[in-house]
């Protein structure tokens, strides 16, 4: 019961924005964007996340469509460390927990 | 200074027997989590504890046990261990575990059972 739909894998060259995008059609008013990603063989870390307004932080943007039923995640100059399953995760307020999907697998080359 | 961490790494054991894997998080933070990653990558919740007291418990056999001595600790106990139980768990926490603050996963514990 999958609420997001992302794309298997991306590539992307080191230095260049990575935009990897995420269908969540169906999301809830009451249903916040977040982005993880999973290096290798390390635990989910953080990225982002949003309500409504596009967001911007240290380590990326994020960019929700106004109908609120996709958004992008933007790397602006991507690095090979990057290199990471991206999950874009749609969360309800209350107590809840994050439901990860199957991600997108980020490959940054030379 | 870790924030989340894991204590053992790797666990390799025989089936039947009986583990236990242990989490601390130093972030003052009022609510824990495990999560179970399989062979295929699929990150699932298992139990989720706010102060102490469990919160989410999704559909995991009873072998299974959380224990919360404190919000600092959220330790997975499991009984009887099988085959099937081989995976990644990862302990997390967040704030209060209301929408819209993040989690902070640990490093994972890989238990094999042969």
């Known amino acids: 019961d999958a609420k997001t739909t992302q794309p298997p894998s991306m590539d992307c060259a080191e230095g260049r924005a990575a935009n990897l995008p995420c269908n969540h059609s169906t999301i809830s008013g009451n249903e916040y964007v977040y982005w993880y990603r999973q290096i290798h063989s390390q635990g989910p870390q953080y990225i982002i996340h949003g309500l409504k307004n596009n967001e911007t932080n240290e380590m990326a943007s994020l960019i929700i469509t106004e109908d609120r039923k996709s958004s992008t995640l933007i790397l602006p100059h991507a690095t090979l460390r990057d290199t990471a399953v991206y999950y874009c995760i749609v969360r309800v307020t209350g107590y809840s927990t994050l439901t990860f999907g199957k991600g997108t697998m980020l490959l940054v080359s030379p | 200074d870790t924030a989340v961490s894991q204590t053992p790494k790797y666990l390799v054991t025989q089936m039947g027997n009986d583990k236990s894997i242990k989490c601390e998080q130093n972030?003052?933070?009022?609510?824990m989590y495990w999560y179970k990653q399989d062979s295929k990558k699929f990150l699932k919740i298992m139990f989720s504890?706010?102060?102490?007291?469990?919160?989410i418990n999704e559909t995991v056999p009873n072998r299974f046990s959380p224990k919360s001595p404190d919000k600092a600790h959220l330790n997975l106990h499991i009984n009887s261990l099988e085959l099937g139980d081989s995976a990644v768990y990862f302990c997390a926490s967040s704030q209060d575990g209301r929408g819209g603050e993040t989690q902070y996963f640990g490093p994972g514990t890989r238990l094999l059972v042969l």
């Open positions: 972030l003052g933070h009022d609510t």
């Open positions: 504890y706010n102060n102490k007291e469990l919160i």
